[in-house]
């Protein structure tokens, strides 16, 4: 309608004042209404963070990465010169100055990793592509996490691209996972990643101060949240359910330990309000239930799993805001404080 773009844009309004169509402080108060329209079409169950800025991020990503992809294969030995160089200074370009999203997160993990796999190359000594922990060579790991802390650090400072934190956390964790194994080599592989959990809980409690910081999510600070939530959920569930799930026969009770965990990990996601934290339990709840289902004969397994899994998704997410609601109704002031109220409504992040 030709009537919602004129008050939707301050540039019409102007031309409508000084054309003497309108008087100013009408075209304030259609100002506000506009704006006002606007923030209540955003809903109040979205999780909002910035990935794209338009179409042509998605674009631009795909020459990237088929630009660096290829860049590093020509580059036989050099790649760990060139991919961090090339990296940085096409950030110069897509981060800096055109300020897009999507090809500004791709840059910044071809750079970090890049970064972080050509020292721990170079550490030791080969430059052969391998499991971090595999060689036991936990030292080579932790000064490769040091590496790409600095790097990323400085990353920081010149772009400010909220996934750097996560970043920079993925690289304290390998520091702090490779001084272990360097202290009791093999320890990580024998105790089933357990020394991560700990160290997931640590990421997440990072991404709660800056979402405590930032309840209605109206900053850069919610994007660098839901970044540090994604790391940290993997690291939380993975070293759970593979302990549940790698076992010589998979019982009914493995099954519903799965589920348990899945339950939990929802409860602590629609607390925060992040559904991020539930991507990483999808794949174990698939398998728990398929074993289930494999047990109980109901049907064809594999399609009865997926079956379910869908429909757990899409009732949680119609399901949101009301379970959300009665969650913290239940929750103490002391964490009700601390996370986005029930009914918030979210804007887009802004830039600063």
């Known amino acids: 309608m030709a009537g919602d773009n004129l008050t939707s844009g301050n540039i019409d309004l102007d031309a409508a004042v000084a054309a003497g169509v309108i008087d100013a402080e009408t075209a304030a108060r259609l100002r506000s209404f506009a704006q006002g329209r606007m923030e209540a079409a955003v809903s109040p169950d979205d999780e909002q963070f910035r990935l794209l800025t338009g179409f042509g991020d998605i674009f631009v990503t795909i020459g990237l990465v088929l630009f660096l992809g290829a860049l590093g294969y020509l580059s036989g030995g050099l790649w760990a010169i060139t991919l961090p160089l090339a990296s940085w200074g096409l950030a110069e370009v897509f981060t800096r100055i055109r300020r897009q999203a999507l090809p500004s997160i791709a840059l910044l993990v071809i750079f970090a990793g890049s970064v972080f796999a050509a020292a721990h190359a170079f550490m030791s000594g080969s430059m052969e592509a391998s499991s971090i922990f595999d060689n036991k060579d936990g030292l080579a790991a932790a000064g490769a996490g040091l590496v790409a802390a600095l790097a990323v650090g400085l990353h920081w400072w010149r772009f400010h691209v909220p996934i750097t934190i996560a970043a920079g956390a993925a690289a304290a964790v390998a520091i702090i996972a490779g001084l272990v194994e360097a202290a009791s080599p093999g320890i990580i592989s024998a105790t089933t990643g357990f020394i991560f959990l700990p160290l997931g809980l640590a990421v997440f409690a990072l991404a709660m101060f800056f979402d405590s910081s930032d309840r209605l999510r109206q900053t850069r600070r919610t994007d660098i949240a839901f970044w540090l939530h994604l790391l940290a959920a993997p690291m939380i569930v993975h ?37 991020a934290l539930l991507v990483s339990s999808l794949i174990y709840l698939g398998y728990g239930l398929l074993n289930f289902v494999r047990f109980t004969q109901i049907g064809e397994s594999t399609a009865v799993a997926v079956l379910l899994v869908g429909a757990t998704v899409l009732g949680v997410s119609i399901a949101w805001k009301p379970l959300r609601a009665a969650i913290l109704k239940m929750l103490p002031p002391v ?16 830039a600063t």
């Open 239 to 275: 070293p759970i359910m593979q302990q549940v799930a790698h076992t010589d026969a998979m019982q009914t009770g493995n099954a519903i330990t799965i589920v348990a965990v899945f339950l939990v990990m929802s409860f602590v996601a629609l607390t925060v309000d992040r559904r």
């Open 335 to 350: 964490i009700t404080s601390r996370v986005p109220p029930a009914g918030a409504t979210y804007s887009k992040p802004k």
